[in-house]
């Protein structure tokens, strides 16, 4: 190939686009960039300067310009568009080409893109992208999943440009076929959604029942960051904690509307909880917790009409600050539970054969859940690849038991004094659930054969059953 050929095109440059671009070359692979949007180009071109990149102006010239067989980066928004650029790309490229589409993609969506793409040579990836500008900037974790053909042709460039964990294994390794690169960052960021209600809930305590000030709450972040929450989401809340508004003098978190946004991946992981029948009621509440922190208007008018107890704490205040720290672990475990039993549900689906201590791996640096622990659940998969649940593993039964009593009194506590705290309580009734052998489905099954005549099993015997309740 002449030297005009770069090695990797990348098409939408956004920040994210331009950051990984920039990732790309830094690690010793050329590009070539496009975007539709002219002064998206215009930025790209200025922070490409001096680098071996370009930017062109066309989409053919894009495909003029890149070694063969050509490798293609699609940071574009997910939906439509996605479809609209292959549909565009596709007159141009010939078989042994590769596709790579590195946005917030549906998992089905990649399939149905495969299976479309499936005959004509043309390789497509769906892989998730986790760690937002910075990472994609200077090292995120990358869970490539598609046409396991695609591999060989980006392997080297992308575990170059992924962050590495503390031990220096980069964190990006082939997920598996079809959509799985897309379904595990679906879980990832579902998982991150429980993390971060947690982590407010955590907060939220802190502030209403014990009056702490952010000032106060930065060195308790502080410190538990040294421990078993190590976490760049425990990290980050610290540095927000301690961050002043230039304009009133107040706390800058004090300033901040109490209304949370969402784009949708937190949505899709609760959807897809409930089509492969997996109780993941930690990550749909911390949805849903965003969703009623938009109803601020009906918030501010129904704080005027309906009351709670009067929220007074008699205890220590560095006890209850110490149990805050145990519901937040406990919880967090069963959120990550949650995550993979969705893992292990869609892998039994679909047929992935996903490694879930390797999951865990790509996990650890570069994204937004990297966590110390993350590693003790690869210990977990890589000691049992079989392991049913991580709350069976020794370690983290092991670490809940410790946490139990003051997760308990933290739940029970914010009840008594009518602060929410959903995540916690969600958790919590996950964990009982799950450890309980009974449940009272047996009523639930009987009222259901009781009104439609829906049949139910028995204790002692098999087979299926009917009765006429009202004889």
């Known amino acids: ?261 969402q784009k949708g991946t937190g949505k899709w992981a609760s959807v897809v909880s409930l089509d492969l029948g997996v109780p993941a009621q930690t990550i749909a509440i911390a949805v849903f917790s965003r969703m009623m922190s938009a109803l601020k208007a009906e918030r501010v008018a129904a704080a005027q009409v309906l009351h709670g107890p009067e929220i007074v704490y008699s205890g220590d205040p560095q006890t209850f600050i110490e149990m805050i720290r145990q519901a937040l672990y406990a919880s967090k475990i069963c959120s990550y539970a949650q995550g993979f039993q969705l893992l292990r549900a869609a892998n039994e689906e679909y047929g992935w054969n996903l490694q879930f201590g390797a999951i865990a791996a790509l996990w650890r640096a570069g994204c937004i859940i990297r966590a110390r622990f993350l590693s003790r659940i690869k210990d977990a998969y890589d000691g049992n690849p079989t392991l049913a649940n991580l709350l069976l593993d020794p370690y983290f039964s092991g670490a809940i038991r410790e946490a139990s009593a003051g997760w308990r009194s933290v739940v029970a506590t914010a009840a008594e004094l009518g602060v929410p705290v959903p995540a916690f309580s969600s958790a919590l009734a996950y964990y009982d659930s799950y450890r309980s052998a009974v449940l009272p489905a047996n009523l639930l099954q009987a009222q259901r054969d009781f009104f439609g005549a829906h049949t139910y099993r028995r204790v002692d015997r098999d087979g299926v059953f009917h009765t006429n309740w009202e004889d």
């Not at 370009?54 to 490798?71: A, F, I, M, Q």
């Not at 937002?132 to 396991?148: D, K």
């Not at 930065?218 to 540095?239: A, C, H, P, V």
Request: aromatic content about 6%.
């Open 1 to 261: 190939m002449s030297a005009k050929h770069k090695a990797m095109g990348v098409i939408g440059l956004g920040v994210m686009g331009q950051n990984l671009a920039l990732n790309i070359e830094r690690n010793g692979y050329s590009v070539a960039g496009y975007d539709v949007d002219v002064e998206k180009a215009g930025a790209a071109r200025d922070r490409f300067a001096g680098g071996d990149m370009v930017v062109v102006g066309t989409l053919e010239e894009l495909l003029d310009r890149l070694e063969r067989p050509r490798r293609i980066m699609m940071m574009v928004p997910a939906g439509k568009p996605v479809d609209s650029l292959i549909d565009d790309l596709r007159p141009g490229l010939s078989s042994g080409d590769l596709l790579i589409d590195g946005g917030n993609s549906h998992f089905e969506d990649t399939r149905r893109r495969l299976e479309a793409l499936a005959g004509t040579g043309i390789l497509y990836v769906g892989t998730g992208v986790s760690g937002g500008e910075e990472g994609a900037l200077r090292g995120p974790s990358i869970m490539p999943g598609g046409n396991p053909d695609a591999w060989p042709l980006v392997k080297s460039i992308f575990q170059k440009i992924a962050a590495k964990a503390p031990d220096g294994v980069p964190c990006c390794d082939w997920i598996g076929p079809d959509g799985a690169g897309h379904f595990v960052k679906m879980i990832h960021n579902g998982i991150e959604y429980g993390d971060m209600q947690m982590i407010c809930e955590a907060y939220y305590l802190m502030e209403r029942v014990l009056g702490l000030t952010p000032a106060d709450m930065q060195g308790i972040f502080e410190r538990w960051n040294e421990g078993d929450l190590n976490s760049y989401l425990i990290e980050i809340t610290g540095t927000i904690m301690a961050k002043t508004d230039p304009d009133t003098g107040k706390p800058l978190v004090h300033v901040i509307l109490d209304t949370a946004q």
